[in-house]
């Protein structure tokens, strides 16, 4: 399943915005969430947060994370009732003191492209699984800020560890095509963003008839392997063309002869469903 989670975010568009620590001096504090990009992350590495978004509550244990979509009503608090911001002093009588107003809790922006709704399927909060426990990655990734010349943040490490963050979190919450683990083999395969492969290629190994195949997929999916193919091989080219790239330009870069044979291939494409029960 790796693989093909990895094409699908690959296909639909990741940016990740580095994080900053939230510090203050008073154990009890709010803040709001208004994120530069399409959602918020947010991770915590010593105590339980509370997120609020619209009449949602949702308890992020220590050690957990979430990837929130942009609302105006979205806080962080340091439990359930609204306090006011954190606050810090201006200067402290001893170094030591500022470590105090450190919270262990870190926010970041996220930007996610136009088919994320479609490909992705996230809800308005998503957040590491199992609930209520320690994400092990989420972990390690705050672990290491901490390592990282008295916790600042440096460039390409700066990145990585907020995607790190990022795609635990989108790990955990898997699209519908991917939540039949049986499948999995097949579709890294079929999500393969070199393609071309026959349904014997699918099954190599796999240990599947194509009939059970064909089944599978409908149940999970709504679609058949070759409809499934055929919308992921969409994904790149509908996102060219959602970003304002020319149509002319996109046939060309993906390979097809005219602009209305891509508009054509455009208009066969089936999704997959999104609300069919979980199959694992």
């Known amino acids: 399943m790796g693989d093909a989670l990895r094409a699908l975010i690959d296909a639909v568009g990741l940016e990740v915005g580095p994080g900053e620590e939230i510090r203050s001096d008073d154990d009890r504090w709010t803040i709001d969430l208004d994120p530069d990009g399409t959602h918020a992350w947010v991770a915590t590495r010593h105590r339980p947060i509370w997120l609020h978004r619209d009449d949602t509550l949702v308890f992020i244990e220590a050690g957990g994370a979430a990837l929130v979509e942009q609302h105006p009503t979205t806080s962080i608090g340091s439990d359930p009732e609204r306090h006011g911001p954190p606050r810090t002093a201006p200067s402290y009588d001893f170094p030591h003191e500022a470590l105090f107003a450190e919270t262990g809790v870190v926010v970041g922006s996220a930007t996610l492209g136009p088919l994320a709704a479609e490909v992705l399927a996230l809800p308005s909060i998503a957040t590491t ?143 997959p469903e999104t609300d069919l029960p979980r199959r694992f």
């Open 129 to 271: 699984q199992p609930a209520g426990f320690a994400s092990a990655d989420v972990v390690l990734a705050l672990r290491h800020v901490g390592h990282l010349d008295g916790g600042r943040w440096h460039g390409v490490q700066q990145d990585a560890l907020a995607r790190l963050v990022v795609t635990t979190v989108l790990h955990d919450n898997p699209p519908p095509s991917l939540r039949d683990n049986s499948l999995a083999r097949v579709l890294d395969r079929l999500f393969d963003p070199a393609g071309g492969h026959s349904t014997a290629d699918l099954l190599d190994g796999v240990g599947m008839s194509p009939r059970t195949l064909e089944r599978r997929c409908a149940e999970t999916t709504g679609c058949t392997p070759a409809q499934l193919g055929r919308w992921f091989r969409s994904l790149g080219v509908r996102r060219a063309l959602t970003r304002g790239d020319r149509p002319a330009e996109v046939a060309a870069r993906f390979g097809f002869s005219t602009t209305a044979s891509m508009r054509r291939a455009l208009q066969r494409v089936r999704a």
